[in-house]
Structures are given as structure tokens and as C-alpha cells.
């Protein structure tokens, strides 16, 4: 199987295509593959404690593994604290080491 990860940088208040992203990243997970996500930029809104977005909720509810990037959530003075209890902090780094284990990277 494969390994993906798919960089969300847009926000799913704003952009209706962020729902075909997650649903897909479900999908991929659900057919035995590994996916992460990565949220930057506006991404990192749906993260947020009190945010509320279906297709988001679902998303982290299936398991896929989902980070936030460190500073894109300091740019929007998002704290860990303030994120859901299945998103962690991460860092565009991820993305490069991804690319270097040889990931499909999807960027939205």
C-alpha cells in the first residue's frame, strides 16, 4: 500500500473543495493505505477546539493522523491548547521528510 499526505492549506469555511480532499484522505485510509494530513495556512482553521465542520470531524474520527503546522497556528495566534484532541503540532518539515520516504504528496 501507499503512503500519502495531503497539505491542506485552504480553509473549509471558505473553500468547498477542502470536503473532497478529506473525503478522499478518508477513502485512501479506508483502503488500507497511510495517510497524514498536514493543515497550514488557513488549513489550521478547522483544528481549532470550537470549530465546528462536518467533513473535518469526520475525517479525524476515522483515524487519519492529522497535524497542524506550528507556524501557521502562531500566525493566527492558535495555541495547542486551543486544537481538538486528535490534532497535533507539526511543521512543514514533515512535508519535506515525506516527500523524501517517497510519499504521494497531495497539495490543496
Known sequence: MSDYLFIQSQDPFTEVRCTAQYRLARQLLEAGHQVRVLLVQNGVAPAR?????????????????????????????????????????????????????GAKVIWN
Open 49 to 101: 477546539r470550537d470549530a465546528r465542520d462536518e467533513a473535518f470531524d469526520a475525517l479525524i474520527a476515522s483515524g487519519v493522523a492529522v497535524s497542524a503546522d506550528g507556524f501557521s497556528l502562531k500566525q493566527r495566534e492558535i495555541e495547542a491548547p486551543d486544537l481538538k484532541a486528535d490534532v497535533a503540532v507539526g511543521d512543514v518539515g514533515d512535508a519535506v521528510d515525506a516527500l523524501l520516504a
